[in-house]
């Protein structure tokens, strides 16, 4: 099955026409390269607003799975494959991924609308991560100026991340 990122984008968006998802935004790799030069990645990272439904405390993505399945999509693992692409439905579940889906921005993908999250807030999210691929990510963005530092700044004292962060540029040496 050849893959195929504009069809992927496609079905999201009719879900999203469909109500069976609200609000989405791109994030992970995938978002980065709106902003960064390409990297390697095996999946697309879709962020979702899920609230449980009224008579629920529990949010479930089940009603997701199951549109895709009755659309012939395959799973592999966590993944939903649409179009040949693996497809991760995760929960805006923080307040910085909710921040961050809410202040996403309008992207196109040959043609087709999407929304991806702002690279301040892709910086901010890997930043939180932490791990050595993530911390290489914030390197990228700051190298290529691809964010805006007051921007930065003030999303990472919003969430708490201020001081990690000076204590991050003090180890890179400013």
Not at 47 to 52: G, K, M, N, R, S
């Amino acid at each position: 099955m050849s893959i195929n990122i504009k069809e992927t984008i496609n079905t999201i968006n009719q879900m999203q026409t469909d109500g069976v998802i609200d609000r989405y935004a791109i994030g992970g790799a995938v978002g980065a390269t709106f902003y960064l030069e390409p990297a390697d990645t095996r999946d697309l990272d879709i962020f979702v607003a899920l609230e449980p439904p009224a008579e629920r405390s529990i949010i479930s993505i089940a009603p997701i799975y199951e549109y895709l399945r009755g659309r012939g999509c395959g799973f592999e693992g966590e993944y939903v494959v649409i179009s040949g692409w693996p497809v991760q439905f995760l929960p805006a579940s923080s307040p910085l991924l909710r921040e961050a889906l809410e202040q996403s921005v309008e992207k196109e993908i040959d043609g087709t609308p999407t929304r991806v999250f702002s690279a301040e807030h892709l910086a901010a999210i890997a930043f939180e991560l932490g791990r050595p691929k993530d911390r290489l990510r914030v390197i990228q963005f700051l190298e290529a100026r691809a964010i805006d530092e007051s921007r930065f700044g003030a999303i990472l004292e919003r969430h708490g991340l201020l001081d990690r962060w000076t204590s991050f540029k003090r180890q890179l040496g400013g």
